[in-house]
């Protein structure tokens, strides 16, 4: 048996490097706020999305989501930011043209809308020929599942009596 100075040494000098675990968790800690940070500006608390039967999820997510919240009062928040519907244009052709300078066509362009329930239709269709008029086509409206409806279900097979 060693005598005890000798063993006490050899742990004394047996220390790990955490440099590397250290990095790895600054990393995904950076990460998952980027990830909530996106998330995030897809939200606006505001917004009561209307119910819909048939709602289906995209196929595939857009590529470049331009996402627009249109409130209740027919206000628009873009990028955070609350526009009326006359002061939107200038917000969005500002975002088209610095899509297009990171050369991303404007076929590419999603419009994201998530009007509230209570938004008159007028007030959605105008955002979107206003979109239109900037040479934006590709749209997604965003709707909630209705949870309170049964699930269809096949008709059962009914014999004849």
Known sequence: MPPRS????????AEWDLTSMIDVVFLLVAFFLLVINFTAADQNERIKLPVSETAQPPEMPPTEPMTLHILAE?????????????????PVD????????????????????RAD??????????VI???QSNGL???????????TLPEKRPPENILPH
């Open 6 to 13: 000798s063993l006490h040494s050899r742990l004394k000098t």
């Open 74 to 90: 027919g206000n628009v928040v873009y990028n955070g930011t609350e526009y009326s519907l006359a002061e939107l244009p200038k």
């Open 94 to 113: 500002r975002q088209i043209r610095l899509l297009q300078y990171m050369n991303v066509p404007k076929e590419k362009i999603t419009v994201i809308i």
């Open 117 to 126: 329930a209570r938004t008159p239709s007028k007030t959605v269709l105008e």
């Open 129 to 131: 020929e206003m979109c």
């Open 137 to 147: 086509t590709r749209f997604l409206l965003r709707t909630k599942i209705d949870e």
